[in-house]
């Protein structure tokens, strides 16, 4: 009795111990290609960040430099109308100098003949004003000797005020036309030093341009190493998920694991890397969204029976994520999770619901990413769900 109870104690212990050594193989086994995986996942995703900043920053330098070009060519229209302007003005004071001449020799010619003409009066008062009022009979005669005297200096006075005039209107439309050329040439000072200062920045923008495409190709030179050292992390890391419970396979199609959400996203093969669309990838599953209905929460369910192998939580990557062991080399895997329901080593039955639909980890929005995998391979799991 004795003997039989120790060989029970031993039998415990031996299954407490593969218990202990063999769930690890799902954990704690994976995790150092996992953690590599996710190492080298959040660098790509870092530098696309970086790229995307880079490219951001390209296009405004873009705007900014056809904004600057914009304004180079308005300064030079305005610079060419002014030059005309200028030219205009310039002819128009050649001639308006020509006028200004003739009329200022106008001037000094009446001018002459009006100081010939006061000193003949002067002499001609001096001497004519008292014979004339000696030569008159009658008082008639004086009052008209003394109007035509007076007329004699209101005549003078009329020229010397129409001379001071005329050499007024002139000096003042020259003063204008002084003014106005000033003005123009400053215009052109000030348009000119507008055009070296847009062509300094200009020249500015231009090495900015140079710079950050240089930066970009160093980006995206950093990128695509990185990236290959994640593909090969990830297929290490898929590699360790081959390991599989043994036994057979449970039987039976596999159910759609988000009943009442039939949009396919993304589906089985290549397509451009979603947070680079330069870099094609290969998508090993299919992308199962709402297609305009709110699909976020909703129930995972379980595609078949089986045992959970990875029911584990990565910032990037998978998210949160859960693998089923069906047997006979098959297993399902869904990704990106909000939430799990499982743990690794229970045992759930088909439709049992195991998370619910969320964007976690490597993710561009809510979805349920699921795979079938056949001895560690996976393939397009469309042709093996039931309907």
């Not at 290609?33 to 190492?39: D, R």
């Not at 005309?84 to 009329?103: F, H, N, R, S």
């Not at 007076?150 to 003014?179: F, G, H, M, P, S």
């Amino acid at each position: 009795m004795q003997k039989r109870v120790m060989q029970a104690v031993c039998a415990c212990l031996a299954l407490l111990m593969a218990t202990t050594f063999c769930l690890p193989l799902f954990t704690s086994a994976a995790s150092e290609a996992t953690n590599k995986y996710n190492e080298l996942q959040q660098q790509l995703n870092a530098i696309n960040s970086e790229i995307s900043n880079t490219k951001n920053e390209k296009d405004k330098t873009k705007k900014q430099q056809q904004q600057l070009s914009s304004q180079v060519s308005i300064i030079k229209q305005q610079i060419t109308l002014l030059m005309q302007d200028i030219e205009d003005k310039q002819a128009e004071i050649v001639l308006k100098q020509e006028e200004l001449d003739t009329k200022k020799l106008e001037i000094r010619t009446s001018e002459d003949v009006f100081a010939e003409r006061l000193r003949a009066n002067y002499i001609q008062r001096n001497q004519g004003t008292l014979s004339t009022l000696l030569g008159v009979t009658s008082f008639s005669e004086l009052l008209t000797a003394a109007d035509a005297l007076q007329r004699v200096t209101v005549a003078e006075n009329d020229l010397l005020q129409e001379l001071a005039d005329q050499k007024a209107v002139i000096e003042a439309a020259q003063t204008v036309l002084d003014e106005e050329m000033t003005a123009l040439e400053a215009q052109e000072v000030e348009l000119d030093a507008k055009k070296q200062e847009l062509a300094v920045k200009l020249e500015t923008s231009n090495a900015n341009l140079s710079q950050l495409d240089a930066t970009l190709e160093a980006q995206q030179s950093e990128y695509d190493e990185i990236y290959k050292q994640y593909v090969e992390a990830k297929a290490a890391m898929e590699k360790e998920w081959q390991n599989s419970l043994g036994g057979d396979y449970v039987g039976g199609e596999f159910s759609w694991p988000v009943p009442n959400f039939f949009y396919i996203s993304s589906p089985y093969g290549y397509r451009p890397n979603p947070f680079n669309s330069a870099v094609q990838e290969f998508h090993t599953g299919i992308d199962i969204a709402g297609g305009g209905a709110n699909i976020k929460g909703a129930p995972i369910r379980a595609a078949n029976a089986g045992t959970v192998v990875r029911a584990s939580y990565s910032s990037y990557g998978y998210g949160n994520c859960v693998m089923v062991d069906h047997g006979g080399g098959y297993k399902t895997l869904y990704a990106h999770c909000q939430s799990l329901a499982v743990s690794v080593g229970d045992y759930v039955a088909k439709d049992q619901v195991i998370g619910y639909v969320g964007t976690s980890g490597n993710s561009t929005g809510y979805h349920c990413h699921f795979e079938i995998r056949i001895n560690g391979s996976h393939t397009n799991p469309v042709p093996y769900l039931k309907g």
